[in-house]
């Protein structure tokens, strides 16, 4: 069987069979970008899952970054997590994060003024970058290590239903950035073990990250390289 003719069988497939070679990632423009998503759930991986997509996307040459709410941590968590370790040595995807030590209602000592002001600021940084992503030419590559303010293709709010489930910030507040997104920017929200039923009209993909089991229900405290 030639490169020319594939054979029926796995024409349909990715790469029409072939075993996918990484290529070197240069800037580039998403095509079908501008869509909104929802992960929510009790289960472990929702920062995760987007993490692992904001991966994939910079590895085609789109420019992504992360603006964290709430992800302050605790005592069981270090200072420097291996996702930031990771993201700083790649190209195209950045993060930034606007949480503090604790998290809001646990009874954990932090204080809760500072966790609303906290979310305050997250929003406000929201605005503004979409903002950027606004006046920015999205149809066109960004340079990989532009900083966020110049423009992004996919803009993941991690926690930022979390801080809405836990009243920091609103359901308006959160159907305000949805209606501030460009039209070509990808637009993900993470957070909240309660459904976001008022975003269900409002986003394009909605997935439930569901908890069967967890080993925390034992008491195993967080571990290095899959919780942090």
Avoid: C
């Avoid at 692992?52 to 970054?65: K, T």
């Avoid at 968590?77 to 993060?95: C, H, K, M, Q, T």
């Avoid at 960004?142 to 910030?169: C, K, Q, S, T, W």
């Avoid at 909605?206 to 571990?223: E, L, S």
Wanted: charged content about 30%; hydrophobic content about 35%; glycine content about 10%.
């Amino acid at each position: 069987m030639s490169d020319e003719t594939p054979d029926s069988t796995v024409e349909n497939t990715p790469g029409q069979g072939r075993t996918p070679e990484p290529e070197r990632i240069e800037p580039a423009a998403p095509e079908e970008f501008g869509l909104v998503q929802v992960w929510w759930g009790d289960g472990k991986g929702k920062t995760t899952a987007t993490l692992g997509m904001g991966l994939r996307a910079a590895g085609h040459g789109y420019r992504v970054h992360m603006l964290q709410f709430m992800k302050g941590g605790a005592s069981s968590v270090d200072a420097v997590r291996g996702e930031y370790n990771a993201i700083a040595a790649l190209p195209g995807i950045s993060y930034e994060n606007l949480g503090h030590y604790g998290w809001h209602g646990m009874a954990d000592g932090s204080d809760e003024e500072d966790h609303e002001a906290q979310a305050q600021a997250g929003l406000e940084r929201a605005h503004e970058l979409l903002e950027a992503a606004a006046e920015a030419d999205l149809g066109a590559p960004i340079d990989l290590d532009a900083p966020p303010e110049e423009g992004v293709h996919m803009l993941i709010l991690d926690e930022v239903l979390y801080a809405a489930d836990r009243d920091l910030l609103s359901e308006d507040d959160v159907h305000g950035l949805i209606d501030a997104k460009p039209d070509d920017l990808e637009l993900v929200l993470s957070g909240s073990h309660a459904e976001p039923a008022y975003l269900e009209d409002r986003a394009d993909l909605v997935t439930n990250v569901r908890k069967v089991k967890h080993p925390i229900d034992d008491g195993q405290r967080a571990r290095r390289g899959t919780e942090f």
